[in-house]
């Protein structure tokens, strides 16, 4: 077999997942493309506006909110996923019967619906006759309004997201403490390094390439931040917690804005390649001469 | 050997698509809930209960008694328009869809709905016999575009026992205000006795609320919502006038301002307000809890059309409708969708227990109608009940924004003129560029 023919084959192998590729992932993203640049609805051919859409949104102070929005709650949520989940990994990183079922409680809320995790923070956050709130009474202190104060509704919000997402961080630290080899550990004890020590010069730079997994996974999951917003708040008060793909659905389905909803989602979707590819790029700059796990 | 495999299979799986009886099929898609388990197999109308025991017991019941036709139920989750934009799309539309008033014209300018007057026709159904509600509910450019099935919208449920504490009651019945200013007086004077807030207003994730008194309240005024079907204008005198009353009314604590719906109706069900301002569609519960010893409601419950503050004494209002979406059928099927419109035009008195007002005048003025509890006192609902112009499209969506920026201007996150100015904006740029 030549050279060549030994490539055709190879194709030949990669072909029905290249075709599915290009079918349901390249073709709607170009076709996204293409409508952003045409004013059209969900049943019309439309008419093309050129960059009218994009000129639209750069003043539109509705979706510049959602923008500012979706930023500051990634913000809140991601940093302290990524520390709470390190934590629970290295807390429940032991072989005890304990310790498995209490992996398995931390990950419980990761299998919930956005429905369900909503519906229970909602018993929790509401003011009048929530948990937060019958505790706030209880210390005689007024009820914190959570779900309708416009400083509060984004923390409320993340805290939510926290809790539902923790599992999948916290298993993805947990499979990258248990490839550290023992006998790093055991040099460090020999050393007589202290846990501090230990924690800060054997296993965090053994799981820096866990950790910038969960980083930007996390990024790019909580920059399309939708269900929590919808449901708990529907994006009030007065848009404060409204995301940026809330306005999108809101765009495309409420108001059938088809063409102005895909320019909106193509914005999104270049704002999250470039925070991605920035994380890639600065955390591969910080990584040169070292290797990480 | 495969291929003989593969055969049957191929003529196993084309066979299980066909229809396997004679039957004319109808495909029905509605909202109001799933429940099958409870209701799947019932015909008997009187002991359903509930919008989806009603509506499912109905249409068991048409199945029994038409042999002939088999309507198929497609059940989606409320209120579903996501799901049936795509079944348009691909031009796959049900038969017969449930619909809000508010929602018809962005399908019927499209195209997308049949008028249904050769239906109402065939049904024997004339429509000089809808309430004037419901009659403007389904009108769009002088055409009829769906069976009103009902007349819903706002009401003032009243808790009458902390009524009764606040000395606001007379012969029995609660004394409602007649203007801005005995609506204050009498909120204080309840605030005082009770020591509770006169208004429970649901403002989180919920813009439905706050829209529709602003709707109500300028329509009593005679200023004109959509002066164009393409230009919202509340931004005007009458428009700031309801924000500022809401907006007071907050400010002094006589409202309430951090509830959702599920809080707003758990605080009215537990005596924590004397007045929960929301639809129809609670009648049954509330009534339920005024019927049960111990409960804090138990026979304190009233419940009325909002009250008359300024000028003319209307209410906004939307129903529900049966509505065909355009397809090519059969004429087997239209005799169907027609018989169907006939006997759910039959059965309107039973989905009237759900607490919605009939579209009929004729079963409104009823006395099995008028026997129901609270009836007599909504009743007027048919003739006071005001929909936007038919003509209005995203009816929906911009009563999510106009609600949003009420809630808004209610809780003081925005004045009133910066509010109400932003809902004209944000409605009148995007129905700006519709198609």
Not at chain 1, 112 to 119: C, E, F, N, Q
């Amino acid at each position: 077999m030549t050279r060549a023919e030994r490539r055709w084959d190879g194709l030949l192998f990669v072909a029905p997942f290249l075709l599915l590729y290009l079918l349901i992932l390249i073709y709607p993203l170009l076709r996204g493309v293409w409508l952003s640049l045409h004013s059209v609805d969900l049943f019309g051919d439309g008419r093309f506006v050129g960059l009218a859409n994009y000129a639209r949104l750069a003043a539109d102070p509705v979706f510049g909110q959602s923008l500012v929005n979706t930023f500051l709650i990634t913000l809140m949520i991601v940093p302290v996923l990524t520390v709470i989940a390190l934590a629970l990994a290295l807390a429940l990183n032991r072989a005890t019967r304990s310790a498995a079922i209490l992996r398995g409680v931390f990950f419980s809320s990761a299998v919930l619906s956005v429905t369900i995790v909503t519906l229970i923070w909602r018993f929790v956050l509401a003011p009048d006759a929530g948990l937060l709130g019958e505790l706030w009474t209880a210390f005689g202190w007024e009820p914190l309004p959570f779900l309708s104060a416009p400083n509060l509704v984004l923390p409320a919000l993340a805290i939510t997201t926290i809790w539902w997402s923790l599992g999948f961080p916290m298993l993805l630290f947990l499979a990258g403490l248990q490839q550290i080899p023992q006998d790093m550990y055991e040099a460090a004890a020999l050393d007589r390094a202290s846990k501090w020590t230990t924690f800060r010069r054997v296993t965090l730079p053994s799981l820096r390439r866990t950790t910038i997994l969960v980083i930007m996974l996390q990024t790019a999951a909580q920059l399309q931040i939708f269900g929590q917003s919808q449901l708990l708040t529907a994006g009030g008060p007065s848009g404060a917690s409204r995301t940026a793909v809330l306005f999108l659905f809101e765009t495309a389905f409420g108001r059938w804005e088809l063409g102005y909803a895909s320019a909106a989602a193509e914005i999104l979707f270049l704002i999250i390649l470039a925070v991605t590819l920035t994380q890639y790029w600065l955390t591969g700059r910080a990584r040169e001469g070292e290797d990480g796990r | 050997m495969m291929r003989l495999l593969l055969a049957v299979l191929a003529a196993l799986a084309l066979g299980s698509c066909a229809q396997a009886d004679d039957k004319t099929h109808i495909y029905l898609q509605r909202f109001f809930g799933e429940c099958g388990a409870e209701y799947g197999g019932r015909t008997d109308v009187s002991k359903a209960e509930g919008e989806c025991g009603i509506v499912t017991t109905l249409v068991n019941k048409f199945n029994a008694e038409n042999p002939d036709v088999q309507v198929d139920v497609n059940v989606i989750a409320w209120p579903g328009y996501p799901q049936l934009t795509a079944q348009m799309a691909a031009r796959d539309p049900p038969d017969l869809v449930t619909m809000h008033s508010g929602v018809m014209s962005d399908y019927a300018a499209k195209g997308l709905l049949e008028p249904v007057e050769p239906y109402l026709q065939r049904a024997g159904i004339n429509a000089a016999d809808f309430t004037p509600a419901s009659r403007d509910a389904v009108a769009i450019k002088g055409r009829a575009y769906g069976l009103p099935w009902d007349t819903h919208g706002g009401l003032y449920h009243v808790n009458t026992g902390l009524f009764r504490e606040a000395g606001l009651m007379r012969g029995g019945e609660p004394i409602l205000p007649t203007s801005p200013e005995e609506f204050f007086a009498h909120a204080r004077q309840f605030r005082e006795r009770t020591g509770k807030p006169y208004l429970i207003q649901s403002l989180v994730g919920d813009p439905a609320g706050a829209a529709r008194s602003l709707y109500t309240y300028m329509m009593a005024q005679g200023a004109p919502i959509f002066p164009e079907p393409d230009r919202l204008r509340v931004n005007t005198p009458e428009g700031r006038r309801v924000a500022d009353f809401f907006r007071r009314l907050t400010a002094e604590g006589l409202g309430t301002s951090n509830m959702d719906t599920p809080a707003a109706i758990a605080a009215f069900m537990n005596g924590e307000g004397g007045i929960y301002p929301t639809g129809t569609w609670m009648i049954g519960q509330f009534q339920e809890e005024s019927e049960t010893p111990g409960r804090p409601l138990y026979r304190s419950y009233a419940v009325y059309p909002f009250p008359h503050l300024w000028g003319e004494h209307v209410a906004s209002v939307g129903g529900h409708a049966w509505v065909v979406p355009a397809r090519e059928r059969t004429d087997k099927q239209r005799q169907a969708i027609a018989r169907f419109f006939r006997f759910m035009a039959a059965h309107n008195y039973d989905w009237a227990r759900t607490g919605h007002l009939p579209a009929f005048a004729a079963v409104v003025a009823s006395p099995r109608f008028r026997a129901l509890p609270q009836r007599d006192n909504i009743a007027p609902l048919g003739t006071i009940g005001r929909s936007l112009p038919g003509t209005v499209q995203r009816q929906s969506a911009v009563e999510g924004i106009v609600g949003e920026e009420m809630s808004a201007a209610i809780t003081g996150q925005k004045s009133s003129t910066r509010a109400l100015a932003d809902a004209d904006r944000r409605v009148n740029e995007f129905l700006a560029e519709l198609q």
